[in-house]
């Protein structure tokens, strides 16, 4: 194929117009804009003198054919008059006239090799054209050299009246086009590949005009338009190119990505650019990657498991498949599992000083948590929640001591103090609790005085103590309680009263009388 770049480069020549004077019009090949005007005038004229020549054959040649006859009648009139004089037209050395038939013969001969040749030709320019606009020219190398030189030898050949070879030659010249135009897509990759070539070296200049060419050669062919757009910037592209290959390999990676986002953003379509911001995207990745990991170390040799844990955490979002990120989480989770502990033990043994035994069992339970194997939990837990049960059943007795006064709480109560005293460093609030538990068992237990007065008439009852019988007053010593008195009378309706043994001093006697006559 012809160079198309440079500033040698040669121009396919261009057959200038040829006037060929036969029959009335002129023959022409051309290869330049005119062609068009050219051919339209190259058919016209020829389409005239074909006109002209039908009415000389059907006009004039009659007349002649009549004429000729005429002359050989008589000569042969006069051959049989005088039988000598046939052999003195032959001595005077003059050529018999050739017979008017063979004239008619040769005329159309020719017209026929004429009309060939014009149709030949018409095919040839036809061809020639729908290339010219493809540009032929410029990609059809020695083939289109050598249809030039064919088409002038024929168009000489016609000027001659030498139809036959003209319609030979413009035959092969045909053939030379149609392998032109087979070899089309051929060419169109080859100039497609010259054009990708310079893309990729950045030559602009030269990109451009192959794929002009290449458009020229096919105008729909999207993947010339876009690299010929591609063209027209690709110098800029380079430079940008350059300049972040340069920043890249002085380490300086957030210029050198700028510059190949600049590129890619003119570029799309940029190879170069994309894996420029690729290789340099990973590099920084990888850099933060580093930082992160680093200063989750660093946190994690001070004992700072909650600051390197969420390091970590924050590589792993950049490298979540990293094996390495696990393994430091996993030392992260331990020692903040480790440091969880000592707090929670801190803070356990804390509330079990101030008997916060809640509190106390809520931090073992923590502990717990995180690991159930930890013995000091296990044992701290079981001894904070036996305090707080004590604890709560204490405070159930001594917010109410008149839970006492009954038989079975007042057994349980006397049961819980007896267990609550074997406990080993109870603790100052729990010693007093049992203190005042072991006061109000011991009142509970200490009979009171109490006096009930009455009517002499009324026969008396208390529930769990005994029949009192009819008296005006009487005494009992009763424990503290809550005691059912009942008074019947004959014709008298029956009295039913609650009274309240609580020890308090003052407490005015107990009337027992029916009094309502029924």
Same mark, same amino acid.
């Given at each position: 194929?012809?160079?198309?770049?440079?500033?040698?480069?040669?121009?396919?020549?261009?057959?200038?117009?040829?006037?060929?004077?036969?029959?009335?019009?002129?023959?022409?090949?051309?290869?330049?804009?005119?062609?068009?005007?050219?051919?339209?005038?190259? +058919?016209?004229?020829?389409?005239?003198?074909?006109?002209?020549?039908?009415?000389?054959?059907?006009?004039?040649?009659?007349?002649?054919?009549?004429?000729?006859?005429?002359?050989?009648?008589?000569?042969?009139?006069?051959?049989?008059?005088?039988?000598?004089?046939?052999?003195?037209?032959?001595?005077?050395?003059?050529?018999?006239?050739?017979?008017?038939?063979?004239?008619?013969?040769?005329?159309?001969?020719?017209?026929?090799?004429?009309?060939?040749?014009?149709?030949? +030709?018409?095919?040839? /320019?036809?061809?020639?054209?729908?290339?010219?606009?493809?540009?032929?020219?410029?990609?059809?190398?020695?083939?289109?050299?050598?249809? /030039?030189?064919?088409?002038?030898?024929?168009?000489?050949?016609?000027?001659?009246?030498?139809?036959?070879?003209?319609?030979?030659?413009?035959?092969?010249?045909?053939?030379? +086009?149609?392998?032109?135009?087979?070899?089309?897509?051929?060419?169109?990759?080859? %100039?497609?590949?010259?054009?990708?070539?310079?893309?990729?070296?950045?030559?602009?200049?030269?990109?451009?005009?192959?794929?002009?060419?290449?458009?020229?050669?096919?105008?729909?062919?999207?993947?010339?338009?876009?690299?010929?757009?591609?063209?027209?910037?690709?110098?800029?592209?380079?430079?940008?190119?350059?300049?972040?290959?340069?920043?890249?390999?002085?380490?300086?990676?957030?210029?050198?990505?700028?510059?190949?986002?600049?590129?890619?953003?003119?570029?799309?379509?940029?190879?170069?650019?994309?894996?420029?911001?690729?290789?340099?995207?990973?590099?920084?990745?990888?850099?933060?990657?580093?930082?992160?990991?680093?200063?989750?170390?660093?946190?994690?040799?001070?004992?700072?498991?909650?600051?390197?844990?969420?390091?970590?955490?924050?590589?792993?979002?950049?490298?979540?498949?990293?094996?390495?990120?696990?393994?430091?989480?996993?030392?992260?989770?331990?020692? /903040?599992?480790?440091?969880?502990?000592?707090?929670?033990?801190?803070?356990?043994?804390?509330?079990?000083?101030?008997?916060?035994?809640?509190?106390?069992?809520?931090?073992?339970?923590?502990?717990?948590?995180?690991?159930?194997?930890?013995?000091?939990?296990?044992?701290?837990?079981?001894?904070?929640?036996?305090? /707080?049960?004590?604890?709560?059943?204490?405070?159930?007795?001594?917010?109410?001591?008149?839970?006492?006064?009954?038989?079975?709480?007042?057994?349980?109560?006397?049961?819980?103090?007896?267990?609550?005293?074997?406990?080993?460093?109870?603790?100052?609030?729990?010693?007093?609790?049992?203190?005042?538990?072991?006061?109000?068992?011991?009142?509970?237990?200490?009979?009171?005085?109490?006096?009930?007065?009455?009517?002499?008439?009324?026969?008396?009852?208390?529930?769990? %103590?005994?029949?009192?019988?009819?008296?005006?007053?009487?005494?009992?010593?009763?424990?503290?309680?809550?005691?059912?008195?009942?008074?019947?009378?004959?014709?008298?309706?029956?009295?039913?009263?609650?009274?309240?043994?609580?020890?308090?001093?003052?407490?005015?006697?107990?009337?027992?009388?029916?009094?309502?006559?029924?």
């Amino acid at each position: 194929m012809t160079s198309l770049q440079g500033p040698e480069r040669k121009k396919i020549p261009v057959v200038a117009p040829t006037n060929l004077p036969i029959g009335g019009h002129s023959r022409t090949i051309l290869s330049d804009p005119e062609r068009e005007s050219t051919t339209r005038t190259i +058919l016209i004229c020829s389409f005239l003198l074909l006109i002209a020549l039908v009415l000389g054959i059907f006009i004039f040649l009659p007349a002649a054919i009549e004429a000729r006859l005429t002359e050989e009648r008589q000569n042969q009139a006069i051959a049989q008059k005088n039988p000598g004089a046939s052999d003195q037209v032959i001595k005077s050395g003059k050529s018999p006239t050739p017979p008017v038939a063979e004239i008619g013969f040769k005329k159309e001969t020719e017209t026929k090799n004429k009309i060939k040749a014009e149709k030949i +030709l018409g095919h040839l /320019l036809n061809l020639q054209e729908t290339l010219h606009e493809k540009a032929v020219s410029k990609w059809g190398g020695a083939q289109y050299s050598k249809l /030039l030189d064919i088409t002038k030898t024929g168009d000489n050949a016609f000027h001659e009246q030498q139809f036959s070879k003209a319609a030979t030659l413009y035959a092969q010249g045909v053939n030379i +086009l149609e392998e032109l135009e087979t070899v089309l897509p051929e060419r169109l990759e080859q %100039v497609i590949k010259e054009g990708d070539a310079a893309l990729t070296l950045g030559n602009g200049v030269v990109a451009q005009q192959h794929f002009t060419l290449a458009l020229t050669m096919d105008p729909s062919n999207d993947y010339a338009r876009r690299n010929l757009s591609r063209a027209a910037h690709i110098e800029q592209v380079f430079k940008l190119l350059k300049l972040a290959k340069e920043h890249e390999t002085q380490q300086r990676f957030k210029q050198s990505l700028t510059d190949y986002k600049n590129a890619a953003s003119i570029d799309p379509d940029s190879e170069l650019a994309q894996s420029g911001i690729d290789r340099v995207h990973s590099i920084i990745v990888e850099q933060n990657f580093n930082k992160i990991m680093s200063r989750g170390f660093d946190a994690l040799n001070l004992g700072n498991f909650s600051k390197a844990k969420k390091a970590f955490q924050k590589a792993r979002t950049i490298k979540p498949a990293s094996k390495e990120i696990n393994e430091a989480l996993n030392q992260a989770n331990e020692g /903040l599992k480790i440091e969880n502990i000592t707090v929670n033990k801190q803070k356990a043994m804390a509330a079990e000083r101030h008997e916060n035994w809640q509190t106390a069992t809520d931090h073992y339970a923590s502990v717990l948590a995180l690991d159930p194997d930890v013995l000091f939990a296990q044992q701290g837990k079981k001894r904070s929640e036996q305090f /707080l049960q004590v604890n709560q059943q204490l405070d159930y007795y001594l917010k109410k001591p008149s839970r006492l006064y009954s038989k079975d709480p007042l057994v349980h109560a006397q049961k819980l103090l007896s267990f609550a005293n074997s406990l080993e460093n109870p603790g100052n609030k729990l010693t007093k609790k049992l203190s005042a538990l072991a006061t109000q068992i011991k009142q509970a237990q200490t009979p009171i005085s109490i006096k009930l007065i009455s009517d002499n008439a009324t026969e008396v009852v208390i529930y769990k %103590v005994g029949k009192l019988g009819t008296f005006s007053t009487q005494e009992l010593m009763l424990r503290r309680g809550t005691y059912t008195v009942v008074g019947t009378r004959p014709g008298y309706r029956d009295i039913r009263k609650q009274i309240i043994v609580d020890g308090n001093p003052g407490t005015p006697p107990f009337p027992v009388r029916c009094e309502e006559r029924i």
